[in-house]
């Protein structure tokens, strides 16, 4: 079982940034897939970036360039850096960890972008 909590998330200014992080408590084996998804209000929830254990990452097509995932093992957390920000990326962030072949998610945080 995992925990997942995130923070980082609030209000910003368009072309500002903010760094979500997602970490993870309870028995860790071993995180093997780690991912960043998004949800607008009376939207889907939609995929922002993933990274594995081998640090290999993608990205959604909207946030290639301005948004970096990463992740601290030692430490059982994900990173969203998120740089120039536009109000389109308004929505709830979510993260996303894979163990053992069962997937957690965290409960969210607000990211609201103002033009």
């Known amino acids: 079982q995992l925990q997942l909590v995130e923070s980082g998330g609030g209000l910003v200014q368009a072309g500002g940034s903010l760094r979500l992080s997602c970490a993870a408590s309870?028995?860790?084996?071993?995180?093997?897939?780690m991912a960043w998804y998004r949800q607008a209000p009376g939207k889907q929830r939609d995929l922002v970036a993933t990274i594995d254990n081998a640090g290999t990452t993608t990205y959604g097509d909207s946030v290639k360039g301005r948004f970096t995932i990463s992740r601290d093992n030692a430490k059982s957390t994900v990173y969203l850096q998120m740089n120039s920000l536009k109000p389109e990326d308004t929505a709830v962030y979510f993260c996303?960890?894979?163990?053992?072949?069962?997937?957690?998610w965290g409960q969210g945080t607000q990211v609201t972008v103002s033009s």
């Open positions: 996303s960890m894979t163990m053992l072949l069962r997937t957690y």
């Open positions: 309870g028995r860790i084996f071993g995180i093997n897939f």
